[in-house]
C-alpha cells in the first residue's frame, strides 16, 4: 500500500524559502509520475511540478517556473525546493503519485495516491 507523507511546510515571508518533502513508502514503481499540487482556501487544487520515475522530465505551473524545483532520490521521495515565495504562494501542498501515467499532467484528475498536506503560509 502506497503511503505519501508531506513535511516542510511553514510560515515564511515574502521572498524567503522552503523545501518541502514526500516521504514514499510502498512506492516501488519504476514508473509513472508524482507530483506537487496546492490548494487555497475557497480555490480549486491547482498542479505545482511534476516528474517522471526516472527524473528525465519535469512540468511546472507558469506561476512557479524560475522559482520553484522538483527533485525526487533513488527512494522515491520527492521534493520541491521553493525560492522567492510570493503571498499567493500559500496554500495547502500536497504529494500525489501514479504509476500508469506516461506523462505527467499537472490534473488531479489523473493522480491516484495523495498525502494529506502540509500548509505553506507566505506573508508579505
Known amino acids: 500500500q502506497v503511503q505519501l507523507v508531506e513535511s516542510g511546510g511553514g510560515s515564511v515571508q515574502a521572498g524567503g524559502s522552503l523545501r518541502l518533502a514526500c516521504a514514499a513508502s510502498?512506492?516501488?514503481?519504476?514508473?509513472?509520475?508524482m507530483a506537487w499540487f496546492r490548494q487555497a482556501p475557497g480555490k480549486e487544487r491547482e498542479g505545482v511540478a511534476g516528474?517522471?520515475?526516472?527524473?528525465?522530465?519535469t512540468k511546472y505551473a507558469d506561476s512557479v517556473k524560475g522559482r520553484f524545483t522538483i527533485s525526487q532520490d533513488n527512494a522515491k521521495n520527492l521534493y520541491l525546493h521553493m525560492n522567492s515565495l510570493k503571498p499567493e504562494d500559500s496554500a495547502m501542498y500536497y504529494c500525489?503519485?501514479?504509476?500508469?501515467?506516461?506523462?505527467?499532467?499537472?490534473?488531479?484528475?489523473?493522480?491516484?495516491?495523495w498525502g494529506q498536506g502540509t500548509q505553506v503560509t507566505v506573508s508579505s
Open positions: 516528474i517522471d520515475s526516472g527524473g528525465w522530465s
Open positions: 510502498g512506492y516501488t514503481y519504476t514508473t509513472g509520475c
Open positions: 500525489a503519485a501514479n504509476p500508469a501515467l506516461d506523462d505527467c499532467p499537472l490534473r488531479r484528475e489523473f493522480y491516484r495516491d
